[in-house]
């Protein structure tokens, strides 16, 4: 919406006083909601509904990755599989490696977050895309937290 579009809609909604039943609160609604409209356009603000549309999408995806991952990095016996394996090889924490994984995706959303050569997408035809590597970076957060969840657990039993 142009700022003489806003203009428009704000003039309309004043000369328009009968359609809002002389109801002030109504009017003013409309008009809030026309420089709302403006505003969010000119400054491609994120409403609360498309927030919680790009949230749904993140978890949905997230789930499956999570899922679809599990079958290559552990057994159906032990989650942490992989994170136990490793940290043995290398005599660190699960937690240590864990940490590392993710690190991993971080360094790589930020070059290229940073270089602003990026994919807005789940997938690429030359592998994953930005949306990917993020959600892979949400995952790997609760992997560490599973992975802390046991050390403590393990503290816990010691004492």
Not at 77 to 103: E, K
Not at 149 to 156: F, I, V
Request: aromatic letters at 8%; a negative charge; glycine letters at 4%.
């Amino acid at each position: 919406m142009s700022n003489q579009q806003l203009f428009r809609a704000v003039e309309n909604a004043l000369l328009d006083w009968e359609v809002y039943d002389n109801d002030a609160s109504c009017m003013a609604e409309a008009v809030c909601k026309a420089i709302d409209e403006h505003t969010n356009k000119r400054t491609g603000a994120t409403t609360p509904k498309a927030f919680e549309s790009l949230v749904d999408e993140f978890l949905e995806h997230e789930q499956k990755l999570l899922n679809w991952k599990a079958k290559e990095y552990s057994d159906n016996v032990d989650r942490l599989m992989n994170f136990r394996q490793i940290s043995g090889l290398i005599d660190t924490s699960m937690s240590s490696v864990a940490l590392l994984y993710l690190l991993k995706h971080i360094q790589s959303i930020t070059l290229a977050v940073r270089r602003g050569q990026y994919a807005w997408e789940w997938q690429t035809d030359e592998g994953e895309g930005l949306k990917q590597r993020i959600a892979d970076a949400r995952n790997y957060l609760l992997l560490l937290a599973a992975c802390l969840e046991e050390d403590t657990c393990k503290k816990k039993e010691l004492l």
